[in-house]
C-alpha cells in the first residue's frame, strides 16, 4: 500500500519537478513557506518554521510582546509542516518546473497547531463528521482587475481592454465587457486547469471591470485549498497582462464591493442524500436550524468573514451587499440566501464573506455557525419577503473594533476555536488596526488641511 509520501514522489517524478513551494497560510491568507530542490524536499519530509509566522500581520509586523509571548514558546520555536498529499498543485507560470505542495502544521509532539487556519477548518470538519455529517460547499469569488500602480495614495482605475478603451459604467453579466480581457481569462484557466482547480463559470460583476468566478461543490478542505492557490494564480496571470488582480472587499470609491459567496449544504455521507430536505421534498428541521446558527454566531464570528478595516466599508448603505443576517428564499437583499432548487440540492449561501477573507477561516466560521445551529436547535426568524436591506434586528456590527470585541466576548467561539486561537486572530487584527490608524488618508488632506 503506498504511503503519502510515496504519492508524492511519483506525483512530481511523473512531471520532473525540479523545485517544491513548502507553503502554510497564515491568519490573513498570505502564503508563507520555503522554496527547496526537489530531492531536498523528499529527503526531508516537510520543513520546519517559526510559529511566530502564524502571527504576522498583513504589513509583516507582530503582535505586542505580552499577547506573543503568552501565546507563543519563548524560544521562538520551530513547528514542525508536514506536505499533504492531496494539496499539491503545479505552479504553471514559473519558469523552471515547479509544485506547489499545502503544508499542515504541528508542534514537536506532533499535536495540530491551534492557530494554523487549514487546522481550523480541520477542526470543525471533524465535528460534522462526529455526528455523521458531511458539509459540502460551493464558493463563488468576486475580484476587480485594474490599472496597475504605484501609488497607494493614488484611487484605482478600470484598465485598458483589447479596444484599447477604460471600461466605463455597470456592465452585470456583459459578455463583451468580459471579453475585454480574453488573454487574461485564457492564461487564467489554461493555468487553472494545470492545476486541476475546479473552477465553473466566469461572469462579469456589477462593478467595473468587477468579476467573479464560481468554483463546482465539493469538500470544503480542498475547496479552501483551491482558493488559495486560485488567489495567487489570477495575480499572476493579471500581471503577466500588466493589470492588477484584486481581492480587496472595497478596492474603489463608488463601486460595489467583493464577495466570496459560500452555498453551503449538509449530506448523510452513507446514503449521499441532503439533511437539509424532508422525505416529501419540504425543509427540514436541520435546515432550519442550521439558518438559525447563521443567525445566532455570525455576528460574532465576523472578524473571519470580515477581517480588516476595508471589509467593513461593504457593508456601508447603498453598496449592494447585505448588512444584516436575515434569510429569504432567493432573495439577495439578505446576508443568508436560499437558492432555488431542487430538495437534493437545497443550500444556503452566506453573502457576508468579503473576498478578502481567509478562505479556511471563513469556510470553517460559516460551517461552525451552521453547526452549532444544527445541534443547538436554534430556530430562525421569519423569511424575510422583499427587500431586506433596511431590516435592523439582526445587524452586524458596524465596525472591525466592535467586531473584534464581540468575538473576544464569545464564549462559544472560544470553546469551539481554541483560546489560543481567538485570542491571537483577535491580537493580530488590533495590531492591523493600530498600524492603519496611524496613516493620515487622502480624506483628511482633502477636507481637514486648510478647513479646521
Request: hydrophobic fraction near 35%; aromatic fraction near 8%; include cysteine.
Amino acid at each position: 500500500m503506498s504511503t503519502p509520501l510515496d504519492r508524492l514522489t511519483a506525483w512530481l517524478k511523473e512531471r520532473k519537478i525540479t523545485e517544491v513551494e513548502c507553503l502554510v497560510a497564515d491568519l490573513t491568507g498570505i502564503a508563507r513557506g520555503k522554496i527547496s530542490p526537489t530531492a531536498k524536499f523528499l529527503n526531508e519530509k516537510g520543513m520546519r518554521l517559526p510559529e511566530s509566522v502564524l502571527l504576522q500581520s498583513v504589513t509583516g509586523d507582530y503582535v505586542d510582546d505580552d499577547i506573543y509571548y503568552e501565546l507563543l514558546d519563548p524560544a521562538d520555536i520551530d513547528m514542525h509542516c508536514r506536505p499533504d498529499d492531496r494539496a499539491i498543485f503545479l505552479v504553471p507560470w514559473a519558469l523552471e518546473p515547479t509544485a506547489l505542495v499545502i503544508h499542515d502544521t504541528y508542534d514537536k509532539r506532533g499535536i495540530p497547531i491551534e492557530l494554523s487556519p487549514r487546522n481550523l477548518l480541520k477542526k470543525v470538519l471533524k465535528l460534522y463528521a462526529e455526528r455523521g455529517w458531511q458539509p459540502i460547499v460551493a464558493p463563488e469569488m468576486e475580484f476587480y482587475l485594474t490599472k496597475r500602480s504605484d501609488d497607494p495614495d493614488y484611487p484605482l482605475q478600470p484598465p485598458v481592454g483589447r479596444s484599447g478603451r477604460q471600461e466605463t459604467g455597470r456592465q452585470s453579466f456583459s459578455i463583451d465587457a468580459a471579453n475585454e480581457f480574453d488573454p487574461l481569462f485564457e492564461d487564467m484557466y489554461d493555468w487553472c486547469e494545470a492545476q486541476e482547480l475546479d473552477l465553473d463559470t466566469l461572469i462579469h460583476e456589477e462593478g467595473t471591470a468587477q468579476m467573479e468566478i464560481n468554483f463546482r461543490h465539493g469538500d470544503p478542505l480542498h475547496l479552501a485549498d483551491q482558493i488559495f492557490v486560485f488567489k495567487r494564480t489570477l495575480r499572476e496571470a493579471a500581471l503577466k497582462h500588466n493589470v492588477t488582480a484584486t481581492f480587496m472587499a472595497k478596492p474603489m470609491t463608488g463601486e460595489p464591493g467583493s464577495a466570496m459567496h459560500l452555498h453551503q449544504s449538509v449530506v448523510d455521507p452513507k446514503t449521499g442524500k441532503t439533511v437539509f430536505s424532508n422525505p416529501d421534498g419540504s425543509m427540514s428541521e436541520l435546515f432550519l436550524h442550521h439558518i438559525g446558527g447563521l443567525q445566532k454566531y455570525i455576528p460574532e464570528a465576523l472578524p473571519l468573514f470580515a477581517p480588516n478595516v476595508n471589509s467593513f466599508r461593504r457593508f456601508l448603505p447603498d453598496t449592494s451587499a447585505p448588512v444584516n443576517v436575515e434569510w429569504g428564499e432567493e432573495n439577495r437583499t439578505v446576508g443568508l440566501r436560499v437558492p432555488e432548487s431542487d430538495p437534493q440540492n437545497r443550500r444556503v449561501e452566506n453573502r457576508l464573506a468579503g473576498a478578502d477573507a481567509n478562505p479556511y477561516l471563513a469556510l470553517a466560521a460559516s460551517l461552525l455557525c451552521g453547526y452549532l445551529g444544527m445541534v443547538e436547535g436554534v430556530e430562525p426568524s421569519a423569511p424575510v419577503q422583499g427587500r431586506g436591506y433596511e431590516r435592523r434586528n439582526l445587524r452586524l456590527p458596524l465596525t472591525l473594533e466592535a467586531a473584534l470585541e464581540r468575538m473576544e466576548q464569545s464564549a462559544t467561539l472560544e470553546r469551539y476555536l481554541g483560546n489560543r486561537f481567538t485570542r491571537g486572530y483577535v491580537a493580530v487584527k488590533r495590531a492591523e488596526h493600530e498600524n492603519y490608524k496611524r496613516v493620515i488618508s487622502s480624506w483628511e488632506r482633502e477636507f481637514l488641511l486648510l478647513s479646521v
